[in-house]
């Protein structure tokens, strides 16, 4: 089954603790990304990749790391997590970004809290 | 103003039709979408439309683009209380180089019995 899987589905941490939600698909996408969903906001993109090693920033990238060591995994990292990054992650991926038709296709996502 | 923008919520009855508006700022946008996210889950494609057209029925869903105007909407015919969710509009936008799919803020559908 064609799917984008999230790992953890719910986090609870403390300020400061590094931690990292992992993404996979499997679908050979070349395009990954992140966002990141507040009530009010809609979804704001963290970072991207278009491929492997190939990553950039989105419109809410502080505080976020990410890698595309591989085609279908691009973790998110929480170097020091900080309570204004409690929020709802969405990790999604399609075959190629920027070209007319995007289908993109979302994983479950991981809800995170930091105390 | 933002790139995609809709208004963040919407209340009907059920067996009523429920018209979500969404306008979007790049008029080079040639693909744009409905995305549908269920209570506790991630988005899922719901329909799309390319942009040479400007009406897209899908059973109780027709999507109509007005070109010119950069707007778009979303009528749900008979709407049931599945159909709640929070639907989000979503177009390809430019900037600088690079091209983004870039979604609105999502409009939360409440379906009253």
């Known amino acids: 089954e064609a799917q984008v899987t999230q790992n953890p589905r719910y986090l609870i941490t403390v300020t400061g603790k590094k931690l990292t939600v992992t993404c996979s698909q499997n679908?050979?996408?070349?395009?990954m990304s992140w966002y990141r969903q507040d009530p009010g906001l809609g979804l704001r993109q963290i970072y991207y990749?278009?491929?492997?090693?190939?990553?950039d920033k989105g419109d809410v990238p502080e505080g976020y790391k990410v890698s595309r060591k591989e085609k279908r995994n691009f973790p998110l990292i929480l170097e020091s997590p900080s309570p204004n990054q409690t929020s709802l992650y969405f990790c999604?991926?399609?075959?190629?970004?920027?070209?007319?038709?995007?289908?993109?296709?979302f994983g479950a996502g991981t809800r995170l809290s930091v105390l | 103003g933002e790139d995609v923008e809709q208004s963040l919520f919407l209340s009907v009855r059920e067996g009523d039709s429920s018209v979500i508006n969404c306008t979007y700022t790049?008029?080079?946008?040639?693909?744009l979408y409905w995305y549908k996210q269920e209570p506790g889950a991630g988005l899922q494609l719901l329909t799309y439309?390319?942009?040479?057209?400007d009406m897209k029925q899908d059973q109780r869903l027709t999507v109509l683009l007005n070109k010119k105007d950069k707007h778009l909407s979303l009528r749900i015919a008979d709407t049931q209380t599945g159909d709640s969710a929070i639907y989000f509009c979503?177009?390809?936008?430019?900037?600088?180089?690079?091209?983004?799919?870039?979604f609105g803020s999502g409009t939360q559908l409440t379906v009253l019995p």
């Open positions: 790049d008029s080079s946008s040639t693909y």
């Open positions: 979503a177009a390809v936008i430019s900037s600088g180089s690079a091209r983004q799919l870039t």
């Open positions: 990749s278009m491929n492997v090693e190939v990553t």
């Open positions: 999604a991926s399609s075959l190629f970004s920027g070209r007319a038709k995007n289908i993109q296709y």
């Open positions: 439309i390319f942009s040479n057209m």
């Open positions: 679908m050979n996408h070349e395009y």
